[in-house]
């Protein structure tokens, strides 16, 4: 069914009144913020579920610094590493001077190492120097070093073995 415009009574027939106010009273576009204050329109950020997913990512960054320490070995850092390195190369180096001062120190004859190498180093890494002014630590080791008792008897090339002197022993020969 056709509505026709003319005829009043119709639907559309009428003019709309005109509006009391303007619809813009401020007079243009832009006015206002088309977005609405917070706490309007349920766009408000949950608090609570900002904390918990700060929480959770404070929590998630220490297991990956645990693992990366677990990972590394609890490696130091490079200054501390090479610190330790310098440190061993010391202890290396104290241990191959005194293995060459003891080495040179038997050469040499001398009774005790350890006496040697701490007098040695008085006198300059002089082997020749030490062994002229402290004799007493070079020398033939057990020679002369004698109990004091006179030995009995010798060996005999042609006397009875052990086994015949057990027998003769035990049969009372």
């Not at 949950?46 to 990366?68: F, G, P, S, T, W």
């Not at 501390?80 to 004859?109: P, Y």
């Not at 890494?125 to 020398?139: H, N, Q, S, W």
């Amino acid at each position: 069914m056709a509505v026709d415009p003319s005829k009043p009574g119709d639907e559309g027939g009428k003019p709309q009144d005109p509006p009391a106010e303007p619809q813009d009273p401020k007079g243009g576009e832009g006015g206002e913020p088309q977005d609405p204050p917070a706490g309007e329109g349920g766009k408000d950020p949950n608090i609570h579920k900002l904390e918990r997913d700060v929480a959770n990512r404070d929590k998630r960054i220490k297991e990956l610094e645990e693992q990366l320490e677990a990972a590394t070995g609890g490696q130091k850092t490079a200054e501390e590493r090479i610190a330790a390195i310098e440190e061993q190369l010391k202890a290396m180096e104290g241990e191959r001077d005194a293995a060459k001062a003891d080495a040179e120190l038997t050469a040499a004859g001398c009774i005790d190492c350890e006496l040697g190498r701490a007098a040695l180093a008085s006198f300059g890494g002089d082997v020749e120097k030490l062994k002229e002014a402290k004799p007493y630590l070079f020398g033939a080791r057990g020679a002369g070093a004698s109990t004091g008792g006179k030995p009995e008897g010798s060996i005999d090339p042609d006397g009875p073995t052990i086994a015949e002197g057990v027998k003769a022993r035990l049969h009372g020969k």
